[in-house]
T-cell receptor, first 116, second 113 residues
Framework: AQSVTQPDARVTVSEGASLQLRCKYS??????LFWYVQYPRQGLQLLLK??????VVQGVNGFEAEFSKSNSSFHLRKASVHWSDWAVYFC??????????????FGEGTQVTVIS | EAAVTQSPRSKVAVTGGKVTLSCHQT?????MYWYRQDTGHGLRLIHY???????EKGDIPDGYKASRPSQENFSLILELASLSQTAVYFC????????????FGKGTRLTVV
């Protein structure tokens, strides 16, 4: 069965510093991978998605992620963090490539705290 | 803008009571989903639906029923609420097709006492 692991439950970063959030996945076949962000008391919003192709994908608000098949990873990066990036970030893998794009397996999430 | 609206946004229920969580989407999407989120955990799929009047079990369906009376509406029903069902519940919708975006509601915080 597919699974997603986010090894860092909490990350604290200074405003303006770079950020990397780790994601490891286990999936038989070619995965469709996603990063979502959850702001306080909000639903999840899509940051970026990976479909088979270029391993580096660009997302919204300056986020990018890199897919590595050899490492089974899909790490998220941002060059310069803003206070508004304070949120919980979820990595997810799609369970269904037949059209049910909402059947997702999520990681545990990483809480990002931004300090000045 | 795609919209998924959940009601209520929060609820306190009594153990053994019946709880109905509602979800309404204006996206004209075929597929709808119910997830639960527990503190420190990611979301887990409870039920989903391809089409009105049909529902499917997700990864953790025990203790939950789902109802899809129309394309726009998808309800999650807890017939006998238990303490372990205290969580935040998210509804989502997506269009058919492989690369379609999934839109989430803002969640319903359910506390069972």
């Amino acid at each position: 069965a597919q699974s997603v692991t986010q090894p860092d439950a909490r990350v604290t970063v200074s405003e303006g510093a770079s950020l990397q959030l780790r994601c490891k996945y286990s999936y038989f076949g070619t995965p469709y991978l996603f990063w979502y962000v959850q702001y306080p008391r909000q639903g999840l919003q899509l940051l970026l998605k990976y479909y088979p192709g270029d391993p580096v994908v660009q997302g919204v608000n300056g986020f990018e992620a890199e897919f590595s098949k050899s490492n089974s990873s899909f790490h998220l990066r941002k060059a310069s963090v803003h206070w508004s990036d304070w949120a919980v970030y979820f990595c997810a893998v799609s369970m269904d490539t037949g059209g049910l794009s909402g059947k997702l397996t999520f990681g545990e999430g990483t809480q990002v705290t931004v300090i000045s | 803008e795609a919209a998924v609206t959940q009601s209520p946004r929060s609820k306190v229920a009594v153990t053994g009571g019946k709880v109905t969580l509602s979800c309404h989407q204006t996206n004209n999407h075929d597929y709808m989903y119910w997830y639960r989120q527990d503190t420190g955990h990611g979301l887990r799929l409870i039920h989903y639906s391809y089409v009105a009047d049909s529902t499917e079990k997700g990864d953790i369906p025990d203790g939950y029923k789902a109802s899809r009376p129309s394309q726009e509406n998808f309800s999650l029903i807890l017939e006998l609420a238990s303490l372990s069902q205290t969580a935040v519940y998210f509804c989502a919708s997506s269009d058919r097709g492989e690369n379609t975006e999934v839109f989430f509601g803002k969640g319903t915080r359910l506390t069972v006492v």
